[in-house]
């Protein structure tokens, strides 16, 4: 079981405005609300340009599972609070729907879920059958230690579930991908690609033979992605399950490596 920050569990809780009534009519107390994420530079002292690029491709193969086209994807610091934060917030953003009315109000109570979900798998999960992997512009990691250089985030979890092990007899345990997110700002740069790599690597390390995870059946764009990356379809959700309410189907896309 992991330990994580005691600070971070207050975190999981935004706080708002909220009336107060006294004998003066209504008053609204603020609550404090996400701080900032604090961007922290790296001097590079006396040590010239040219010895830190001797050094760069040694550095990054050592702390990333891969990296190519300008992105590094490592595991999640478990004891970083800020960059813990930095990662439900760019979840957050990516899968939050927003909403005609009181969408700020909205957005930070599903910040807050994202988040604590985030501890959750961390403290309960053991380091080698959950992993959250980040993935960060590797030239801007040479000069920062800054937590908000994490844009984009997927998580790989140790699961059994019957519905996907009966397309794999023989096969007892697999990983699932899920919660892939990155920053509007970078999309369309490869970054998914190379997040999905990176799960890859991992279900090598880990001595897995199967990769699945699921898409809204009519996400083109997403579906396209996992194509590209060797995902196959291999089953949908029933057809009954898309006449609930705001409920789409979904695919189940597999990866098997021999």
Not at 54 to 67: G, P, T
Not at 101 to 108: I, R, S, T, V, Y
Request: net charge positive.
């Amino acid at each position: 079981m992991a330990h994580l920050p005691q600070s971070l569990y207050s975190l999981a809780r935004p706080e708002f405005q909220y009336p107060v009534k006294s004998g003066k009519g209504t008053t609204y107390r603020r609550k404090l609300t996400w701080s900032h994420f604090p961007v922290i530079v790296r001097c590079a002292s006396t040590e010239s340009l040219t010895s830190l690029t001797q050094n760069n491709a040694a550095e990054i193969e050592l702390k990333y599972l891969v990296s190519q086209h300008g992105w590094g994807v490592r595991r999640l610091k478990r004891d970083d609070e800020d960059e813990i934060r930095r990662v439900s917030l760019v979840q957050a953003e990516a899968f939050h729907i927003p909403l005609a009315l009181f969408n700020d109000f909205f957005f930070l109570f599903f910040q807050a879920e994202v988040l604590s979900g985030l501890l959750y798998k961390l403290k309960n999960s053991p380091s080698d059958r959950y992993a959250c992997l980040v993935a960060e512009q590797t030239s801007e990691a040479e000069t920062s230690s800054s937590s908000s250089s994490v844009v984009g985030v997927v998580d790989v979890t140790v699961q059994t579930e019957s519905s996907v092990l009966r397309h794999f007899p023989g096969v007892e345990e697999y990983l699932y991908v899920s919660g892939l997110a990155v920053s509007k700002a970078q999309r369309r740069k490869k970054m998914g690609s190379t997040l999905l790599k990176a799960c890859d690597v991992l279900c090598y390390l880990w001595g897995f033979k199967v990769l699945a995870l699921r898409a809204y059946e009519d996400d083109a764009a997403a579906r396209n992605l996992y194509s590209n990356a060797g995902y196959n379809v291999v089953a949908s959700d029933p057809p009954w399950s898309s006449t609930w309410i705001g409920r789409k189907r979904r695919v189940l896309m597999t990866k098997r490596f021999s």
